[in-house]
């Protein structure tokens, strides 16, 4: 049986003029847009940060436009699109018994940028969702950073639970290269915007005992299938950042409110 099937598309600009769209049977990304890092959404004059993902240039209601999809492409429009608040527009996840997985690609080493920042915001838990079981593995909000390689990747899965305490990590049950550790837990603070930043290339040390390889990837997941509930999370500014940056951000309060949009204009 064939690990990984992919088919290649027409890339979209310039900087991303290869796109490969992938199926994977377990592995964690079946997504693959092929990139430098020097390409952002968005320019930056801080070299201490290089934005991946704002979704302010994306059209409300539409799906995110540099985001592939693992699994079925119908199926990931239904649950993932562009919301907007107060000028400031995100990606909302509304997952009702379902399991689909989006990424963005991009390639480099972790030394360099060792750290992602985020902000994330669950509205909806999935009902009995518990990580450790296959039976109940589902989470309002997943962030994946994907390693070393396509096909058969490592990941680290960061999530927001329904049941596990914050901290918690422990071995995925449907992927074996893949560990969960628990950023937020519960209703604590739902409905509230968290600002997260987690140091993937301390953690890949701490989880799998060696350097890792190029990061390859980063994913979302909001999923509620195996709970057969419904799970919906928003996230919102996708960023990597220096370890130095990472430092200065985590002494700042987790509870934050939406930023102003860059712009409005298409
Ligand atoms: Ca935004
Ligand atoms: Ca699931």
Redesign the pocket.
Known sequence: MSYLTCRGQTGEIALRNVKLWCTAVVALIGFLKLSSLGHAEEPTTNPSTMSLD???MDQPGSFPAHWGVRGDEATAKTIYSIAEEDG???LRAYADKQDVQIGITRTFEPKQFPALQWRWRAKQLPTGADERNKQTNDSAAAVYVVFDSTTMPRAIKYVWSSSLPVGTRTKSPVYWRSYTVVLQSGDTHIGKWQQEVVNFYQDYKDIFGEEPGQVVGIAVLTDSDVTKSVAEADY??FSLVTAEAAKEARTKSTEVQ??P??TNSQ
Do not use: K, L
Request: charge should be negative; glycine fraction near 0%; charged fraction near 35%.
């Open positions: 704002s979704f302010d400031n527009r995100f919102d500014d939406p930023a949009a860059m």
